[in-house]
């Protein structure tokens, strides 16, 4: 089992991740337990002292561009060789990223377009993940999810 160790990355969307995905992974508490250190790109960049201790200590670390969960889940995908997402579902979480900043902007609701229940979840997750409320509404093929503030 890959012991990851997450440094200023969502311990809560690295967790969902690891489950999502099914990967055989845990998140460490200490550092000096992990097989693997997560950070963010723009902190590596800096290279604070902590991160630079942690970069000697740990044989591995790994920089990702953002602490959204669809990152997350990118760069688990990478490291245990697993297929990318499709297309369809990379958009869907594009349009939900771009919703979200839109109703955290300007305080009022987003409609986003139809989608499979997988996708929908995949968007009510991301929705969740930043605090905000998502309902599903529509029938059939025409079920879409809403984003409210």
């Known amino acids: 089992m890959l012991r ?17 995905l099914g990967v055989d992974a ?3 508490t200490q550092p000096r ?22 970069m000697v200590d740990s044989s591995r670390v790994h920089a990702i561009g953002g602490n959204t969960q669809a990152k997350i889940a990118d760069f688990l995908r ?20 771009e919703a979200i900043a839109a109703v955290i902007a300007h305080h009022e609701p987003v409609t986003l377009n139809p989608q499979n229940p997988h996708f929908r979840r995949l968007q009510h997750q991301l929705a969740e993940a930043h605090g905000l409320a998502s309902e599903s509404t529509g029938r059939g093929p025409q079920r879409r999810v809403v984003i409210r503030p």
């Open 26 to 28: 845990m998140v460490c």
């Open 4 to 20: 990851i160790f997450p440094y200023a990355v969502s311990r809560e969307r690295l967790e969902r991740a690891i489950r999502e």
């Open 33 to 54: 337990n992990a097989d693997v250190v997560v950070t963010l790109r723009a902190l590596a960049k800096k290279r604070p002292k902590k991160l630079r201790e942690l």
């Open 78 to 97: 990478d490291l245990f060789e697993l297929p990318a997402i499709s297309n369809d579902e990379q958009q869907a979480l594009r349009e939900a990223e």
